[in-house]
């Protein structure tokens, strides 16, 4: 099984299950390092309908690990698509209304450009020739594919965590273009601590002999092992000590007693394990390296001369920034600033703390709070839009 999925992942970098749209060498994409990137390609997935003034689209942001399988099977796990909860008709973002994008980020791994996709120069997979990008690169290509679609106007950019960091620079680069924003779970810039916990998972990728200096596909190999103690590393940090605590505690695996060994004797062990090992058949080792860098270089502020609200001032867009009381990532300060630069900004905010133990993953999974606002968000905006309402 592990076979046919690292083959399907492969195959997905160039020949993705997913819409695609190529740029050529006349669009080419210019990035903050100083690169024009050409040719390259966008992939999306796309839901429900676009209405005739093309005003009720919404563009969901993925987050680091994620991809543009929001509502749909997943083609290489097989498993739903991340947001499907609330992705759908009838359902919260409800595609009966809504014309719903996704897409992949540049320097990912599921169909858009990116170090595992072919360098047409070449004809081997970029690898670490690929150019490093940031998280205003990934929102200049997405404003590239919202053009090609024909869409002047978002109704809305959704995203948590990486995909707030994207709907926090949608808002500030092209704030005409965004009619309301909701920034989850995310931070203006990269706490020293965060970037240290990317590093020791980028150093975790490339202490592994066959990660091969990031030219692991041609030399016929993959880093499975450092990047299985990244995510491992990294899926500690989505969590709260009350959540591990709740689900595993310190029960024994399959066992009444120690092995007195190193051994996985631990519930919590096992998860971890699995983690890492299900997340090599489905995510790239390099784009893994381009991301978590992407949002250790992300700082609004600085982009606006250190004056965060200068990166907001005079926008229209409408705002609700959320956060949870349990992430310890990106924790609620975070949070109060971005809503104090709006403020200062005089954008039209509104903002809320959720109280669960769930930690940083709450921005994906069933809070029954965080849904209500979602929905109470949306259907506000959707008022003031002239858009119908339930």
Not at 11 to 30: G, I, K, M, N, Y
Not at 119 to 140: H, S
Not at 186 to 200: G, K, L, M, P, Y
Not at 317 to 323: A, E, G, I, L, Q
Request: charged share 20%; proline share 5%.
């Amino acid at each position: 099984m592990q076979v046919v999925q690292g083959e399907q992942r492969s195959r997905e970098a160039d020949q993705p299950s997913s819409p695609v749209v190529r740029f050529d060498a006349t669009r080419a994409l210019a990035l903050d390092c100083g690169i024009n990137l050409a040719p390259f390609q966008i992939a999306y997935q796309a839901y429900g309908r676009l209405n005739a003034t093309r005003s009720n689209a919404i563009l969901i942001c993925h987050a680091l690990t994620g991809d543009q399988h929001v509502a749909n099977v997943h083609p290489v796990t097989g498993k739903p698509g991340w947001w499907e909860a609330v992705v759908g008709p009838g359902k919260i973002v409800d595609t009966d209304r809504y014309f719903v994008i996704c897409p992949n980020v540049v320097g990912a791994c599921m169909g858009t450009t990116g170090p595992s996709s072919t360098n047409p120069a070449t004809g081997e997979p970029w690898g670490l020739d690929f150019p490093v990008i940031t998280i205003r690169d990934m929102v200049r290509a997405q404003a590239m594919l919202i053009d090609h679609l024909g869409i002047d106007s978002l109704f809305s950019v959704i995203g948590g965590s990486m995909g707030g960091m994207q709907v926090l620079q949608w808002a500030s680069s092209y704030p005409e273009r965004v009619f309301s924003a909701m920034p989850v779970a995310c931070a203006t810039r990269h706490s020293a601590q965060n970037i240290a916990f990317h590093e020791v998972g980028r150093q975790a990728v490339m202490a592994d002999p066959d990660w091969r200096g990031g030219r692991y596909f041609s030399d016929g190999t993959n880093p499975r092992r450092g990047l299985s103690v990244a995510r491992m590393a990294a899926h500690i940090t989505y969590m709260s000590d009350v959540a591990l605590h709740r689900k595993f505690g310190r029960r024994l695996q399959d066992r009444a007693v120690p092995t007195f060994s190193f051994d996985a004797d631990f519930e919590v062990e096992s998860y971890l394990r699995h983690q890492g090992s299900s997340f090599v058949e489905r995510f790239d080792a390099n784009s893994y390296l381009y991301l978590t860098r992407a949002m250790d270089y992300f700082d609004l502020a600085a982009d606006h001369g250190g004056v965060l609200a200068e990166a907001f001032r005079g926008t229209r867009t409408r705002f609700c920034v959320v956060s949870f009381t349990s992430d310890w990532l990106f924790p609620t300060s975070d949070s109060r600033s971005i809503v104090h630069a709006l403020n200062a900004g005089g954008a039209r905010v509104s903002f809320a703390e959720i109280d669960t133990d769930k930690g940083h993953d709450a921005f994906l999974l069933d809070v029954p709070e965080y849904w209500d606002i979602t929905r109470g968000f949306l259907e506000s905006a959707a008022a003031a839009r002239g858009l119908p309402v339930k």
